[in-house]
Antibody, heavy 121, light 111 residues
Framework: EVQLVESGGGLVQPGRSLRLSCAAS????????MHWVRQAPGKGLEWVSG????????GYADSVKGRFTISRDNAKNSLYLQMNSLRAEDTALYYC??????????????WGQGTLVTVSS | QSVLTQPPSASGTPGQRVTISCSGS????????VNWYQQLPGTAPKLLIY???QRPSGVPDRFSGSKSGTSASLAISGLQSEDEADYYC????????????FGTGTKVTVL
């Protein structure tokens, strides 16, 4: 059974940093691209970032480019999102999602339950 | 900021057919396949339709997808109470500053 478990969310002040993690199990992690998708309270879905199976291809939404860094550790079956210079508008539930293939350009077939990030002073 | 436009709401009585539209452009729907996600209240999104009209294992055949040009649609036939949820279309975008784009979302209410 595929499982994606996010962690690392919490309350953080504007301008500070936070690192999210996603622990994956139930599939061969290093065969698939992984993504972060967020959902602000009461709002729709927004793709944040994605990374290919071997970290060779990485993409970011314009809204986070230059502030967020995605990475993965295939030996630990884990995905990460380093979030710097956080803003109030980054407040959201952050989901980890598994891509259907190894490259970025696939749909997301499994999602975690999300970790909440709140940016506020 | 979503680049795929959906109606904010749709509704129907049990057993009816409901259709949700998704309008995009040549850089997303026009050149890539469309996927649909269902988000039940208080839960994570779930893949509902992929590659325009394919259903993952376990998704009832009441759900169907189609695409034409730069638009797509999701149809729910034989509407059931458990179909009350938010529905999002999505596609990869080939433009310079965009990657995966979601629709604005449609709230389906079963009357």
């Amino acid at each position: 059974e595929v499982q994606l478990v996010e962690s690392g969310g919490g309350l953080v002040q504007p301008g500070r940093s936070l690192r999210l993690s996603c622990a994956a199990s139930g599939f061969t992690f290093d065969d698939y691209a992984m993504h972060w998708v967020r959902q602000a309270p009461g709002k729709g879905l927004e793709w944040v970032s994605g990374i290919s199976w071997n970290s060779g291809s990485i993409g970011y939404a314009d809204s986070v480019k230059g502030r967020f860094t995605i990475s993965r550790d295939n030996a630990k079956n884990s995905l990460y999102l380093q979030m710097n210079s956080l803003r109030a508008e980054d407040t959201a539930l952050y989901y980890c999602a598994k891509g259907m293939g190894g490259q970025l350009v696939h749909y997301f077939d499994y999602w975690g339950q999300g970790t909440l990030v709140t940016v506020s002073s | 900021q979503s680049v795929l436009t959906q109606p904010p709401s749709a509704s129907g009585t049990p057993g009816q057919r409901v259709t949700i539209s998704c309008s995009g452009s040549s850089s997303n729907i026009g050149s890539n396949t469309v996927n649909w996600y269902q988000q039940l209240p208080g839960t994570a999104p779930k893949l509902l339709i992929y590659s325009n009209n394919q259903r993952p294992s376990g998704v009832p055949d009441r759900f169907s997808g189609s695409k034409s040009g730069t638009s797509a649609s999701l149809a729910i036939s034989g509407l059931q109470s458990e179909d009350e949820a938010d529905y999002y279309c999505a596609a990869w975008d080939d433009s310079l500053n965009a990657f995966y784009v979601f629709g604005t979302g449609t709230k389906v209410t079963v009357l």
